[in-house]
């Protein structure tokens, strides 16, 4: 697509989020119950039914679309669905080890772990660690999975759908870049009303999240391009709205909720910078350079 083109979807997918979200708060306040549910997965949809809408009525916009499954896919799949997990035990691991919280769920001894609530898969009580690594595992797959109907919505448009084209006419660094700064700030009445950081929703919306994003659109990108296929990434982003979130939300603070933000940008952005390396050693595919521009 032309730069005119992109714009333009960004506009409109800015404009359809905005207003539900904005709606929604209209309507009940906050984000902060079950009943802002179908707002939320109306707006995580938002972005893929305009895109629908772009593939159908301008053809330019149907090259290097990134939609169907992929057999590279289904090993990276592990590493999208394990990255968020590992994230999220190992902020409760640096918390404990440091004294600043205390795991809600979890009690650990050298000879294992005693989960003592949660929704975890393969049953809750004394685990050896073998067996609690494996709940760990099939309870990340199964709600990274289950998160999907929400995560597709989102990552169908920015990764199967938009990332090729702002690659192809900015580069792969200020492309993904500049599509991690759109992805949070489309968020952003959400954020400012304090979904994401109640505390500090100022910082959180014009700080903490849009470096957050800018480390995950690197991230999600390397998987996106690695597959050839959005799915991986869709499968990344159910999985941190699910078990990574969860376990980080059930830790026992006892020092300001800041730390835990400021430590989560941290891992975000070594993640980040891992991909943005890896992604600069990728040879590019000839099916990739043709939709840079002339």
Aim: proline content about 6%.
């Amino acid at each position: 697509m032309s730069l005119r083109a992109i714009i333009v979807y960004c506009l409109l997918a800015l404009a359809a989020s905005w207003g539900i979200q904005y709606g929604g708060l209209a309507v009940l306040g906050a984000f902060d119950g079950p009943e802002a549910a179908p707002w939320l997965l109306s707006s995580m949809w938002s972005p893929t039914i305009v895109a629908l809408g772009f593939l159908v009525f301008h053809r330019p916009a149907r090259r290097g679309l990134l939609w169907k499954p992929t057999l590279p896919g289904l090993p990276l799949a592990l590493v999208a669905i394990g990255v968020p997990t590992l994230t999220g035990f190992g902020l409760v691991a640096v918390f404990e080890a440091l004294g600043w919280g205390d795991a809600g769920w979890f009690d650990f001894a050298a000879s294992g772990v005693t989960i003592t609530r949660g929704p975890w898969k393969l049953g809750g009580g004394s685990q050896n660690w073998l067996l609690f690594v494996a709940n760990v595992a099939a309870t990340g797959v199964w709600f990274a999975l289950l998160n999907l109907d929400a995560a597709v919505g989102e990552e169908f448009a920015w990764r199967g759908f938009l990332q090729g084209h702002v690659i192809g006419r900015l580069g792969q660094t200020a492309g993904l870049t500049c599509l991690g700064l759109f992805w949070s700030f489309w968020h952003l009445p959400a954020l400012l009303s304090g979904y994401n950081y109640p505390e500090h929703p100022v910082l959180g919306a014009l700080v903490l999240f849009p470096a957050t994003l800018v480390a995950m659109a690197f991230f999600y990108g390397w998987l996106t391009l690695r597959a050839r296929s959005f799915w991986p990434a869709a499968l990344a982003h159910g999985a941190a709205n699910s078990i990574q979130i969860g376990v980080i939300s059930n830790l026992k603070l006892t020092v300001p909720s800041l730390y835990l933000d400021l430590a989560g940008l941290v891992v975000s952005m070594l993640v980040g910078l891992v991909a943005w390396w890896a992604l600069s050693r990728r040879q590019v595919p000839a099916e990739e350079r043709q939709t840079a521009p002339a």
